[in-house]
């Protein structure tokens, strides 16, 4: 299995525009979490999916980010409009259990 | 105070030393604990995880937990420079819910 997948890598943005960052989980896996990660804050959950249904979203940070999980391979997290303080490194991952969870790469964002 | 403190570091050790890192959790209610490992530019893997108080043990590292004292470290004998990385420690409530993650405690071993 690949593992899973998120694109991009690196996205550089100017402060105002959107962001959409996207997720392949591990097939068979059918709970979906995207994280953020800050020097100051570390690693924070922001929105957890479990049969693709959103289970908690009280970690988002405000209306700005929105999330969705259309089918069981597949989704997105969307910053809309982004603003520097959003720059982090945002990781998506995936479990068969809600307990062990496989991390992607992870999409570097910066916003200028 | 926040739910899972970790020391940040860095912890520096030399190589063949045993490297103790440790993790404290406010929730009396944790009933899972993982250690996570977490190269510099990489995404967190798991290392191993506990649900007992008590030791667990995986090659060269080891798990302890004492739920009464809500404590729960790891330890890694004959520390190789390879295990240089932050080490991220996370507790849940139950299979349910979603992992806390500690800060990170920083991790060099030195040649």
């Known amino acids: 299995d690949a593992g899973v997948i998120q694109s991009p890598r690196h996205e550089v943005t100017e402060m105002g525009q959107e962001v959409t960052l996207r997720c392949k989980p591990i097939s068979g896996h059918n709970s979906l979490f995207w994280y953020r990660q800050t020097m100051m804050r570390g690693l924070e959950l922001l929105i957890y999916?479990?049969?693709?249904?959103?289970?908690?979203d009280s970690g988002m940070p405000e209306d700005r980010f929105s999330a969705k999980m259309p089918n069981a391979s597949f989704s997105t997290l969307k910053i809309q409009p982004s603003e520097p303080r959003d720059s982090a490194v945002y990781f998506c991952?995936?479990?068969?259990?809600?307990?062990?969870?496989?991390f992607g790469s992870g999409t570097q964002l910066s916003v200028l | 105070q926040k739910e899972v403190e970790q020391n940040s570091g860095p912890l520096s050790v030399p190589e063949g030393a045993i490297a103790s890192l440790n993790c404290t959790y406010s929730?009396?209610?944790?009933?899972?604990f993982f250690w996570y490992r977490q190269y510099s530019g990489k995404s967190p893997e798991l290392i191993m995880f506990?649900?007992?108080?008590g030791d667990k043990e995986d090659g060269r590292f080891t798990a302890q937990l004492n739920k009464a004292s809500q404590y729960v470290s790891l330890l890694i004998r004959d520390s190789q420079p390879s295990d240089s990385a932050t080490y991220l420690c996370?507790?849940?409530?139950?299979?349910?819910?979603?992992?806390?993650f500690g800060g990170g405690t920083r991790l060099m071993v030195k040649p």
């Open positions: 999916f479990n049969n693709n249904v959103p289970i908690d």
């Open positions: 996370a507790v849940n409530r139950n299979a349910g819910n979603m992992l806390t």
């Open positions: 991952a995936s479990s068969s259990d809600r307990v062990v969870l496989f």
């Open positions: 929730d009396r209610g944790s009933q899972s």
């Open positions: 506990i649900y007992s108080n």
